[in-house]
């Protein structure tokens, strides 16, 4: 079983800044996906950014030039850089594990974002 423990939970005014991390324990393998998801009320789940153990990294459209997201194999952590926030950047942001070799997907609890002034 993998645990992943998020952090980064913050009230950020429109243009700030604020950074995510989601370390995961418990049984990881070396090949995996790590992704964030945020999902605002009233609408579906969407795709922030993922980052593969190689580190290769792909971004949804709303948050390309904005958000970086990045990886330390060694602390078993992603982070999610944001950028120039922005009022629809709130939502609850969910940390996400594709493990390739148990083909096995986890799930974090979630945290919340909220950008306003």
């Known amino acids: 079983q993998v645990q992943l423990v998020e952090s980064g939970v913050g009230l950020v005014q429109p243009g700030g800044t604020l950074r995510l991390s989601c370390t995961a324990s418990?049984?990881?393998?070396?090949?995996?996906?790590m992704a964030w998801y945020r999902q605002a009320p009233g609408k579906q789940r969407e795709l922030v950014a993922s980052i593969t153990s190689g580190g290769s990294a792909n971004y949804g459209d709303s948050v390309k030039g904005r958000f970086t997201i990045s990886r330390d194999n060694a602390k078993n952590t992603v982070y999610l850089q944001m950028n120039s926030l922005q009022p629809e950047d709130t939502a609850d942001y969910y940390c996400?594990?594709?493990?390739?070799?148990?083909?096995?997907?986890?799930w974090g609890q979630g945290t919340q974002v909220t950008v306003s002034s």
């Open positions: 996400y594990r594709y493990d390739s070799l148990r083909q096995r997907t986890y």
């Open positions: 418990g049984s990881i393998s070396s090949f995996y996906t």
